[in-house]
């Protein structure tokens, strides 16, 4: 399956952006998608994660609260709403697909090209 990222942006501290991840090339209904993020001298991290059906979803602590990911089965489309956003999210996002159902990014094979979400101060 390929995903492709997009959404991105500059935004200030309090401000929203949506990033959605559209999947091609294979049943999407079969993975769980999952968005990551590597901000600026650190590792990658998880952010959040969605199931097959959409009906059950993880949050990072840093995130839950804030941020809300969905999936449209219909358009093989994710979508991570991200509200209040604070300059610690500055970061590139990705997400990525999983057969399985962990939060571990060992356990997704496949990856987008990344988007970057700026929040100033």
């Known amino acids: 399956v390929q995903l492709q990222a997009s959404g991105g942006g500059l935004v200030q501290a309090g401000g929203s952006l949506r990033l959605s991840c559209a999947a091609s090339g294979g049943t999407f209904t079969w993975y769980t998608v999952g968005w990551f993020r590597r901000a600026p001298g650190k590792e990658r991290e998880f952010v959040a994660s969605?199931?097959?059906?959409?009906?059950?979803?993880y949050y990072a602590d840093s995130v839950r609260g804030r941020f809300t990911i969905s999936r449209d089965n219909a358009k093989n489309t994710v979508y991570l709403q991200m509200n209040s956003l604070k300059p610690e999210d500055t970061a590139v996002y990705y997400c990525?697909?999983?057969?399985?159902?962990?939060?571990?990014?060992?356990?997704?094979?496949?990856w987008g090209q990344g988007t970057q979400v700026t929040v100033s101060s």
């Open positions: 969605i199931m097959r059906s959409g009906a059950t979803a």
């Open positions: 990525s697909a999983s057969l399985g159902q962990s939060r571990d990014e060992a356990q997704y094979d496949y």
